[in-house]
């Protein structure tokens, strides 16, 4: 189905209807910041919604919900505006924007965080950091809470805690039909299992309240670097060690084009094209145990450079590669679970990426421990039982290329298969991967039990700009179909 495009009688109309009830701004085509409001993540996306709404309180998302019900105009919701598929932001439609709702709190007493809706990970991190707490969440600080938190939320935290949707405690949601609920195990808990990886299908989070685990402020974390010769052998040791991890370790490989200027990276590396090992302790930073580790996931195979360090989680570790993955370049991503980092794949990985011309990396991200500790039953999300994700994230600037390098790209996860294991993130689905719903969400029968839900909650499918769950078919309602 097409969006439905927003013309100038209907924006005036919308408009003037909001009027002395909705309190954030309204961003059409002619407004000064509409350019700056439609910008997401990747440049691909290049879409010129009809509206943005941009909310500043639960107030304001329901006056806009009810703009999208009462129009017939299912929205696209943007909270950090990272969804490699671009379902942040409308093609000739409405957005609902939730930049304006990013208030934090903290309960240190109760190791409880409420955050707003709209809130990006560096928000919450920032606030949480002078506690000495943390809510489990992404690799950078530029990603949108919501987005991530109900899709899942992988992260340098989840080896020890488990992924962001396992930290709910409780949820305001606005649903379809305007009204204003609280979600929690008790509450409405049949939802609350559908929010936990199920996405935006259920209505839009104004606020999430969080359990927040002692941690930091200051993290160790190890870097080691390795050239073309040695990446492989570096790569068997790092598939041969990760099993054998405690679960307040985590390990990341990252086989880049480029290297960027890090803080522990001397200038003669910087640009060359490298595999990074990098590990942290999960734990107190001034633990001994933690330096002896670290140092010795830093001395696996002949590493150009290696450097074991002690750096403020918040404001540095968080930040790393905010830089590499700036909104504003063409993205391709593709992830995949890994089955088994056969010596096989690994020489596999490091053929593609020895001639890959794309910018960006191929990553290997160390997972299992707390993720998989929650039955598959008990949440949307599925597949917990990974230890190793693979996302390949590309990065290029001239449209010309665009065709060449997707398919670039997904020739090499495709070539990858006998290693790579059922199902895929959903919140990594790509523009080209809608087919794959069901099988992020689990199968057919975690997916039935979705639609259930979803009829329950959103019976005409309002919500249906992003991996969408095609409500279960209830008498004499007829949804809408997905819109892109
Ligand atoms: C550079 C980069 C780094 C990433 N790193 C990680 C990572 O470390 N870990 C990880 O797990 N994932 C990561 N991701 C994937 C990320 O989780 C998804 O792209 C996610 O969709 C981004 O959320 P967002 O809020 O930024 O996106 P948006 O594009 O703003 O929103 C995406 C979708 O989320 C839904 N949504 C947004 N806000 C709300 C809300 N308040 N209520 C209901 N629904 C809402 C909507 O369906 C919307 O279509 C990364 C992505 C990128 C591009």
Redesign the pocket.
Same mark, same amino acid.
């Given at each position: 189905m097409s969006t439905p495009i927003i013309d100038d009688t209907l924006r005036r109309q919308i408009a003037d209807g909001l009027a002395g009830q909705f309190k954030g701004d309204i961003i059409g085509p002619d407004h000064a910041e509409y350019q700056e409001a439609r910008q %997401?993540?990747?440049a691909m996306i290049d879409r010129q919604p009809g509206l943005i709404l941009r909310c500043t309180s639960t107030a304001d998302v329901v006056a806009a919900v009810n703009v999208a019900r009462e129009h017939g105009l299912p929205p696209? %919701?943007?909270?950090? #505006?990272?969804?490699?598929a671009?379902?942040?932001?409308s093609e000739g439609g409405l957005t609902i924007d939730?930049s304006g709702?990013r208030e934090v709190t903290v309960d240190p007493g109760r190791q409880l965080v409420h955050a707003g809706?709209?809130c990006?990970l560096g928000t919450v991190d920032a606030a949480t950091a002078p506690h000495a707490l943390v809510v489990p969440?992404?690799?950078?600080s530029?990603?949108? %809470?919501?987005?991530?938190a109900?899709?899942?939320?992988?992260?340098w935290f989840s080896r020890k805690h488990g992924l962001?949707c396992d930290q709910f405690v409780s949820l305001e949601l606005v649903l379809a039909s305007g009204e204003v609920i609280e979600v929690s195990a008790d509450s409405h808990p049949e939802l609350f299992w559908a929010l936990r990886g199920g996405?935006?299908?259920f #209505?839009?989070?104004?606020r999430f309240t969080f359990a927040a685990h002692d941690f930091g402020p200051m993290m160790r974390i190890g870097v080691s670097l390795y050239d073309e010769e040695h990446a492989a052998a570096a790569l068997r040791e790092y598939a041969a060690l990760v099993p054998t991890l405690p679960r307040h370790v985590g390990w990341h490989a990252a086989l880049k084009h480029d290297m960027p200027a890090l803080p522990f990276v001397p200038p003669e590396l910087v640009g060359r094209r490298v595999v990074m090992l990098f590990s942290m302790w999960l734990d107190d930073a001034a633990d001994p145990a933690g330096e002896e580790i670290i140092d010795r996931l830093c001395d696996v195979g002949e590493s150009l450079v290696k450097a074991s360090t002690v750096m403020p989680f918040a404001g540095a570790v968080q930040h790393l590669?905010d830089v590499e993955?700036e909104d504003g370049h063409r993205?391709y991503?593709k992830e995949a679970h890994v089955a088994e980092l056969a010596d096989e794949a690994i020489d596999r990985l490091v053929d593609f990426w020895k001639d890959m011309p794309m910018e960006g990396e191929v990553e290997i991200i160390g997972l299992g421990g707390a993720i998989g500790d929650v039955p598959e039953d008990a949440t949307a999300f599925s597949n917990r039982g990974y230890l190793l994700w693979l996302n390949f994230?590309m990065r290029w600037d001239d449209p010309a290329l665009d065709g060449e390098y997707i398919q670039m790209t997904r020739d090499a996860v495709t070539g990858l298969k006998p290693w790579t294991g059922q199902g895929v993130?959903v919140?990594?689905l790509n523009f080209d991967e809608m087919d794959r719903v069901v099988e992020a969400m689990g199968g057919p029968e975690k997916y039935a039990r979705l639609g259930r839900i979803k009829a329950q909650y959103d019976p005409g499918n309002l919500?249906s700009?992003?991996?969408n769950i095609v409500p279960a078919a209830v008498p004499g309602v007829t949804p809408a179909p997905s819109a892109p």
């Open positions: %997401v993540w990747n696209s %919701v943007r909270c950090g #505006g990272h969804n490699v671009g379902k942040g932001m939730l709702l809706g709209g990006l969440a992404g690799i950078m530029e990603t949108g %809470v919501a987005g991530l109900l899709g899942g939320g992988i992260g962001t996405g935006g299908n #209505g839009i989070v104004t590669i993955f993205y991503t994230a993130y919140n990594m919500f700009v992003n991996a």
